[in-house]
Every structure is written in C-alpha cells, then in structure tokens.
C-alpha cells in the first residue's frame, strides 16, 4: 500500500485545514486507515483513524475539532481540522493497517505515509 498525503499549511488559530491521503495498491486489504502526528520531541501519536467496519478512534484533544473520514471510491482518506490551535502544530502522517490471511492465522501490516507540516500560528 502507497499513502500519499497533502493538504497541510500555515494557518492561523481557530482557522481550519483538511488533509488529505490517497491510498493505492493492495487497498483492499486495508482494514484500519487514518492519521498521526509528531511534533518537535515528542513522540508520534494517535490523531484519528477509521476502521474498515466504520468505527472512528479520536485523540482526546482533537474530539470535537477532527473528524476523519473516508472516500471509497477514491480510496482517500480525509482529516477535517477545525478550531486549530498552536498545540495542533506537527508534521501529519497518514496510516493504514493492512490485514490479511486465514481466519486461524491473521496477519497485519502497517504503512505509513510522508508527512505533511501543519502550523498553527497563534
């Protein structure tokens, strides 16, 4: 699976952004979908993701902010920023989690995409 992600910027806080990432390859397969950010020494994290079954996983401090969504047909998936505040500011990348084999044996992979820089100026 390729990501290629784009959308990010500089905004101003309380603007809004959305990022997008366009999947390719073995998409099919794709079982979990959606974004993690990392900003200056801190470690990745959790920002959203969207599983095959529709389920949606938020990070506490984009709930109400982000929304994650997915265009099938396109197989792209969507960060909806609003609200953006200074603390939103890191490099985003795009994630999926493949997962594939027998119902005994499963297995998992995990791709990520390049970044994309997102600035929030306060």
């Known amino acids: 699976v390729q990501l290629q992600a784009s959308g990010g910027g500089l905004v101003q806080a309380g603007g809004s952004l959305r990022l997008s990432c366009a999947a390719s390859?073995?998409?099919?397969?794709?079982?979990?979908i959606g974004w993690y950010r990392q900003a200056p020494g801190k470690q990745r994290e959790l920002v959203a993701t969207?599983?095959?079954?529709?389920?949606?996983d938020y990070a506490d401090s984009v709930k109400g902010r982000f929304t994650v969504s997915r265009d099938n047909a396109e197989n792209t998936v969507y960060l909806q920023m609003n609200s953006l505040k200074p603390e939103d500011t890191a490099v985003y990348y795009c994630y999926a989690q493949t997962k594939y084999g027998p119902v005994e044996r499963i297995y998992t992979d995990d791709y990520w995409g390049q970044g994309t820089q997102v600035t929030v100026s306060s």
């Open positions: 969207l599983s095959s079954s529709g389920n949606t």
């Open positions: 390859g073995r998409t099919r397969s794709i079982n979990v």
